[in-house]
């Protein structure tokens, strides 16, 4: 594999690679280079070609041709990694390298400073790409990253693109603090304090820095001879920020929610008040019953109970659909609040959980109140079975007969099943 082309360049002393990344050697061979270059000539042709020649007398002439794919691939020095290697613009590097001039493996524990450096300079890149504001592809294998700066009148450029190419020069930069990036980049600190706040402000730190950029300058060196810049410039405005936050727009958000909340739900139930007027009426035409003498009258005087039953129950659900969709509202309007309860300082915190249980208390109350009403629409037909069943008896006796009658058939139908 790749590594036994690295072990045999190695074995070999190192010799000059060509332009075409090829070598060539000739000399005497121990038993174990050897042995590698027989299991070299072995490897697929994705690791590049391995020919050798016994010359006799104990003397070997080994061609070797190094693989530049994706499989492995040699490079003759730092500056031709970097132009052949077009991921690194996006913050990758290649799987399997090796670096002539710096006699480093991608597979070697150890790694040179300049090495160490690169790795930095990708994660920067990385970084750099999660965090901006938006992705410019135009279909080439240029990165472009879109940072926008705040509105400003006195500032003309209003968008910062960075075309991420690297050069060598880049390297030349120390990138110290690159957590701060990625903790605002990362997907696991959602929920955690201000965090859209800090991502805004390293941004426009960001744009900013590129918008002082000399036209034709390299934009990737730039930002990294300007990181120490970005940050201090980061942490100073996140701290003038946090100074400045009053929580203000949070508690605007909650009082004016609670006012509508309240204003609508009155005036829905101010509405089932005034269509509930027709209750009392209705629960003393039950006592007028008794004054109607024939069949006819009763029984209408029946009917029109039953009619005001159905009509109160019609308006108290159509009434109790209105105020869930209120309380849906209510519930949307202060979910992205409360969601994020505990990232609040604890005196918001403890005023957020208070709206929180006092929201919880009124729904619980509605749906009491419901209840009640809808127990109290049903009196005036409730009232006009009770005085039908007195003026009837022969009620009872078809209601006894009836049941007799089911239970008998339900007799029946278990004892044909057993």
């Given at each position: 594999?790749?590594?036994?082309?690295?072990a045999?360049?190695?074995?070999?002393?190192?010799?000059?690679?060509?332009?075409?990344?090829?070598?060539?050697?000739?000399?005497?061979?121990?038993?174990?280079?050897?042995?590698?270059?027989?299991?070299?000539?072995?490897?697929?042709?994705?690791?590049?070609s391995?020919?050798?020649?016994?010359?006799?007398?104990?003397h070997?002439?080994?061609?070797?041709?190094l693989?530049?794919?994706?499989?492995?691939?040699?490079?003759?020095?730092?500056?031709?990694?970097?132009?052949?290697?077009?991921?690194?613009?996006?913050?990758?590097?290649?799987?399997?390298?090796?670096v002539?001039?710096?006699?480093?493996?991608?597979?070697?524990?150890?790694?040179?400073?300049?090495?160490?450096?690169?790795?930095?300079?990708a994660?920067?890149?990385?970084?750099?790409?999660?965090i901006?504001?938006?992705?410019?592809?135009?279909?080439?294998?240029?990165?472009?990253?879109?940072?926008?700066?705040?509105?400003?009148?006195?500032?003309?450029?209003?968008t910062?693109?960075?075309?991420?190419?690297?050069?060598?020069?880049?390297?030349?930069?120390?990138?110290?603090?690159?957590?701060?990036?990625?903790?605002?980049?990362?997907?696991?600190?959602?929920?955690?304090?201000?965090l859209?706040?800090?991502?805004?402000?390293i941004r426009?730190?960001?744009?900013?820095?590129?918008?002082?950029?000399?036209?034709?300058?390299?934009?990737?060196?730039?930002?990294?001879?300007?990181?120490?810049?970005?940050?201090?410039?980061?942490?100073?405005?996140?701290?003038?920020?946090?100074?400045?936050?009053?929580?203000?727009?949070?508690?605007?958000?909650?009082?004016?929610?609670?006012?509508?909340?309240?204003?609508?739900?009155?005036?829905?139930?101010?509405?089932?008040?005034?269509?509930?007027?027709?209750?009392?009426?209705?629960?003393?035409?039950?006592a007028?019953?008794?004054?109607?003498?024939?069949?006819?009258?009763?029984?209408?005087?029946?009917v029109?109970?039953?009619?005001?039953?159905?009509?109160?129950?019609?308006?108290?659900?159509?009434?109790?659909?209105?105020?869930d969709?209120?309380?849906?509202?209510?519930?949307?309007v202060?979910?992205?609040?409360l969601?994020?309860?505990?990232?609040?300082?604890t005196?918001l915190?403890?005023?957020l959980?208070?709206?929180?249980?006092?929201?919880?208390?009124?729904?619980?109350?509605?749906?009491?109140?419901?209840?009640?009403?809808?127990?109290?629409?049903?009196?005036?037909?409730?009232?006009?079975?009770?005085?039908?069943?007195?003026?009837?008896?022969?009620i009872?006796?078809?209601?006894?007969?009836?049941?007799?009658?089911?239970?008998?058939?339900i007799?029946?139908?278990?004892?044909h099943?057993?």
């Open positions: 594999m790749f590594d036994d082309v690295v045999l360049y190695r074995a070999l002393n190192r010799p000059n690679i060509t332009p075409g990344y090829s070598y060539a050697f000739e000399g005497e061979l121990d038993i174990q280079t050897k042995q590698l270059a027989e299991r070299c000539e072995r490897l697929d042709a994705a690791f590049g391995v020919e050798m020649f016994d010359e006799g007398g104990g070997f002439r080994i061609d070797v041709q693989p530049t794919n994706e499989q492995g691939r040699v490079f003759h020095s730092i500056a031709d990694l970097l132009r052949h290697s077009p991921k690194i613009a996006f913050g990758a590097l290649p799987a399997n390298f090796y002539a001039d710096l006699n480093y493996c991608s597979l070697d524990a150890d790694k040179p400073e300049k090495i160490t450096r690169l790795e930095k300079l994660q920067f890149i990385r970084l750099l790409s999660q901006a504001d938006d992705k410019v592809d135009f279909g080439s294998r240029v990165n472009r990253l879109l940072f926008i700066l705040p509105t400003d009148a006195t500032k003309v450029r209003k910062a693109l960075a075309e991420i190419q690297v050069e060598e020069k880049a390297l030349d930069f120390d990138l110290n603090h690159l957590s701060l990036l990625g903790l605002l980049a990362s997907e696991g600190n959602a929920n955690k304090l201000h859209e706040e800090r991502q805004l402000i426009s730190a960001i744009a900013d820095s590129l918008a002082g950029a000399e036209h034709g300058s390299n934009d990737l060196t730039f930002l990294c001879e300007h990181w120490p810049d970005i940050r201090r410039k980061y942490l100073a405005n996140f701290q003038a920020y946090i100074q400045n936050f009053a929580f203000e727009d949070v508690r605007k958000k909650i009082v004016d929610s609670e006012l509508e909340y309240a204003s609508k739900l009155t005036g829905a139930f101010g509405d089932i008040a005034g269509k509930l007027l027709a209750l009392p009426v209705s629960i003393a035409g039950v007028a019953l008794d004054k109607l003498t024939t069949n006819t009258e009763f029984i209408a005087g029946c029109g109970l039953c009619l005001v039953t159905v009509v109160l129950l019609a308006v108290l659900e159509n009434v109790r659909h209105q105020i969709r209120l309380q849906s509202g209510y519930e949307y202060f979910g992205p609040v969601g994020k309860v505990k990232t609040y300082p005196k915190r403890h005023e959980e208070k709206r929180e249980n006092s929201l919880a208390r009124q729904a619980r109350l509605t749906r009491r109140t419901f209840r009640l009403f809808m127990w109290l629409t049903l009196m005036p037909t409730l009232g006009a079975a009770w005085k039908a069943w007195l003026r009837y008896p022969e009872e006796e078809m209601l006894r007969a009836a049941c007799s009658f089911a239970a008998a058939v007799n029946n139908i278990v004892n099943i057993h």
